[in-house]
């Protein structure tokens, strides 16, 4: 193959101020012949330069190609009685070389196959150092037509990697990550999380939504705990009930419960249920039967808890639970005992009284330990009650997202006016809550019934 003088010159002065191997010389001319793997580039112009030190009796460039590992250029000194001492390659140290990229990569391949996955991408990790000297020579010897040694290596373990797994490389959204350091010989292999949503429903009225943190650590670990970060509760919590068949089901590391909202532990959720999504991480298995998920979620909470509507989901899902929850309306259906009889009118009084109004909430005493202190202003929409004896009433609310349910009923000494304890002057004794479902925002018109509920 022709090359071009200016080249040879560009391949001369490099050489002879730095040994280079022959993928890394190669990758510096990449572009003059792309289709061309990078050490047989390479290779190729170290012959040209070493049949131009012949021809010009350039000793210099002779023993600069035959320190850079060049084997005629070795072999021709030796001759000619010189001694020849091969040094390493100043830009991968000897790292980046076909051999050591597809031991790499076999190695990867290897632990990948313990993972379920139909599309994989490939990161390269070039320490800081390496990528700064690779920069340093590309523009002091004017080398337009490198690549770089990331990409190299990225598109070769590539295109092994896909050679020996048959699966298919997709860098947009991949299912399995490959992750290289060829410059420490070490490797990584992430597979994706996976993300299922769907809706719960929990028939009880002692299972918290998620586990109870440790008093002194909150979730940390500590000596108090016993490392588990975590107090005991008086129930497994909703989160535990759905997320632990699933590690099992899905052979995965961990679990990350998302739900649209929270509810007390004494809260039951009925109706369309309270949306959510539960993330595995590492999963091993990506296909799973999501009715054999919902059977064991039945199983193991022995039927306080039920999923359905299961499907794939994405992080956008989970960004729209945590932000859209607040803006929708809520339905709840609250029980409340007073303490001392309520006549019908008067309940029918404070029912007008609050339908349609503003109420006005500081955070509530019980959460006021982990939330701050502040104001909230939030509507009642609708709100209609049905007397179940003299001091028993089934109130239906639609309020706003947000909405402290119970402190609405009790008050909170104050701390949310109106209340019904202010209206009717008699203390409740026992408040009941269970969560109906959630409104879309599109209220008016067809009221279209979705799931899920907030703070009640
Ligand atoms: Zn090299
Ligand atoms: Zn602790």
Redesign the pocket.
């Known amino acids: 193959m022709e090359v071009e003088g200016r080249v040879l010159r560009k391949v001369r002065s490099l050489l002879i101020d730095y040994p280079?191997?022959?993928?890394?010389?190669g990758?510096f001319f990449a572009l003059l012949r792309p289709e061309l793997p990078r050490q047989e580039n390479g290779a190729m112009l170290m012959d040209a330069a070493m049949g131009e030190a012949v021809r010009s009796d350039d000793a210099e460039l002779l023993r600069a190609l035959a320190r850079s590992g060049h084997p005629v250029s070795i072999d021709l000194l030796r001759e000619r009685g010189v001694e020849v001492v091969v040094e390493?390659?100043?830009?991968?140290?000897?790292?980046?070389?076909t051999e050591r990229i597809g031991e790499l990569v076999r190695a990867a391949a290897e632990k990948a196959s313990g993972y379920e996955f139909s599309t994989f991408s490939v990161g390269t990790f070039v320490p800081p150092h390496i990528r700064s000297l690779e920069d340093h020579l590309i523009s002091s010897y004017g080398l337009d037509s490198a690549e770089s040694?990331r990409r190299d290596v990225t598109r070769e373990a590539r295109r092994i990697f896909a050679q020996l797994t048959g699966r298919a490389f997709s860098p947009s959204n991949p299912e399995l990550e490959v992750l290289l350091d060829p410059f420490t010989s070490t490797f990584e292999v992430r597979p994706a999380p996976v993300m299922i949503r769907g809706r719960y429903l929990k028939h009880s009225r002692s299972t918290p939504q998620t586990p109870w943190l440790c008093d002194v650590c909150w979730g940390k670990g500590c000596d108090a705990c016993d490392y588990t970060g975590r107090r005991e509760g008086p129930d497994v919590s909703v989160a535990e009930y759905i997320g632990l068949p699933a590690l099992e089901l899905w052979g995965a590391m961990d679990f990350t419960f998302h739900a649209a909202g929270r509810e007390d532990l004494d809260a039951a959720v009925e109706g369309s249920g309270r949306p959510f999504v539960l993330e595995l991480s590492e999963p091993a298995r990506r296909t799973v039967d999501l009715e054999e998920f919902a059977r064991r979620v039945r199983e193991f909470s022995r039927g306080k808890v039920e999923v359905f509507d299961l499907g794939p989901a994405t992080r956008a899902d989970v960004r729209f639970l945590k932000t859209e929850t607040e803006r929708k309306r809520k339905v709840y259906s609250v029980r409340v005992v007073f303490s001392a009889p309520v006549p019908l009118e008067a309940m029918m009084r404070a029912c007008d009284r609050l339908r349609n109004s503003v109420v006005e909430q500081r955070t509530p005493t019980r959460v006021l330990r982990r939330r701050g202190d502040r104001l909230r202003r939030r509507t009642v929409h609708d709100v209609t009650a049905v007397q179940v004896d003299e001091r028993t009433y089934e109130l239906t609310l639609v309020v706003d997202g947000g909405l402290y349910v119970k402190e609405l009923i009790h008050g909170d000494n104050g701390r949310t006016t109106p209340s019904f304890r202010d209206l009717l002057g008699v203390e409740p004794e026992k408040i009941e809550l269970t969560v109906l479902g959630v409104l879309e925002p599109a209220w008016r018109g067809q009221a279209h019934w979705s799931a899920g509920a907030d703070s009640a």
């Open positions: 280079l191997c022959s993928r890394c010389l990758r390493r390659c100043s830009l991968c140290r000897g790292k980046v070389s040694v």
